[in-house]
């Protein structure tokens, strides 16, 4: 079911971040979109050429949590002032429950005919793809997986410490043009190698002791706490680029809404939005961002552009 568009008078997340690098670079220009315009767009659209608006994007995914056992939990503290300093899409569902379907979608725009969690080989074009075609760069870092090209169910261990990998929750080894390309495949490494502007687009998987699949909320919370400041301190982040942390799916049961947060310099601190999203609004935003055209049914859903609008305030009702 499509998802509903921008609301009201809205600039596009590719002017507010491309805002953001025009003050950096010192430049004193601003450009002024005329209102009336945007109220006669329904929904975000990438353009036919469109104009990078971040040069990093990282996109950490957590697993099987509702947002209710996320959002104001003191077993969560870290991320909870992560939601006060940043941005919580406070109405943002996954696709399906089981992991790899929401991890596929989410990296191609649909979910391929994956129903379980089971080893497949996928033929649909892919975010890898789309960056790669557009001169853009990308890295997969997946706690725990072996090196060259690992193929495997699971792995653990290896220099990036114990733990647990599973590939069902590593969506870039199930599509045959990446696992069958060895020059492609060695962009999915573990942590050892993780380099915060190594890429233009970063997914990051952590194991399943870390990723709240088998540890606890508070063990998934203190490596984010770990983690996520090694994004925060880099240059790329620092000039205006986004990270988003969300979570494959919630509790088996209910409506399968998740926490997403979204983290970026120009997202006013507190800011709830109640717009619906789903994974498919995440990889709009990543594509929007990056300047590629959407895939599959992320060209039907929203962006979560009211994060980086100019004068966003943050929701006395939460969201």
């Not at 002024?32 to 659209?45: F, K």
């Not at 998740?258 to 994974?279: D, E, F, M, N, W």
Request: hydrophobic share 40%; net charge positive.
């Amino acid at each position: 079911m499509p998802v509903p568009g921008p609301r009201g008078h809205r600039l596009t997340i590719q002017h507010r971040l491309s805002t953001s690098w025009r003050r950096i670079a010192g430049l004193i220009a601003l450009v002024v979109v005329p209102v009336g315009l945007l109220i006669a767009v329904p929904r975000l659209m990438a353009s036919p050429d469109p104009q990078p608006a971040a040069r990093h994007v990282w996109v950490i995914v957590m697993e099987n949590r509702a947002d209710t056992s996320i959002i104001g939990r003191k077993n969560a503290p870290y991320l909870n002032s992560l939601i006060a300093q940043y941005g919580l899409a406070t109405n943002y569902h996954a696709l399906v429950h089981g992991s790899q379907p929401n991890y596929v979608a989410l990296f191609s725009g649909g979910l391929q005919g994956v129903k379980g969690n089971e080893i497949v080989s996928l033929s649909a074009r892919n975010l890898a793809d789309q960056l790669d075609a557009a001169g853009l760069t990308w890295r997969v870092y997946a706690q725990n997986v072996p090196p060259n090209c690992f193929a495997g169910a699971t792995a653990t261990g290896g220099p990036d410490g114990s733990g647990t990998y599973a590939r069902k929750h590593e969506p870039a080894i199930s599509f045959a043009d990446i696992a069958h390309n060895p020059a492609r495949c060695s962009r999915i490494t573990d942590f050892s190698a993780f380099d915060p502007t190594a890429a233009n687009f970063e997914l990051i998987v952590p194991n399943l002791q870390n990723d709240m699949h088998n540890g606890t909320t508070a063990q998934g919370d203190t490596f984010l706490r770990q983690f996520v400041p090694r994004i925060l301190a880099s240059s790329a982040w620092q000039s205006g680029s986004p990270l988003f942390i969300t979570w494959d799916e919630g509790k088996q049961t209910g409506d399968n809404k998740v926490a997403t947060l979204v983290i970026a310099k120009s997202v006013t601190p507190g800011y709830r939005s109640g717009v619906a999203h789903t994974h498919y609004s995440l990889l709009h935003t990543v594509e929007q961002l990056l300047g590629v055209p959407c895939l599959g049914q992320a060209c039907k859903a929203n962006t979560l552009s009211e994060f980086f609008n100019a004068g966003a305030v943050p929701s006395p009702s939460g969201g």
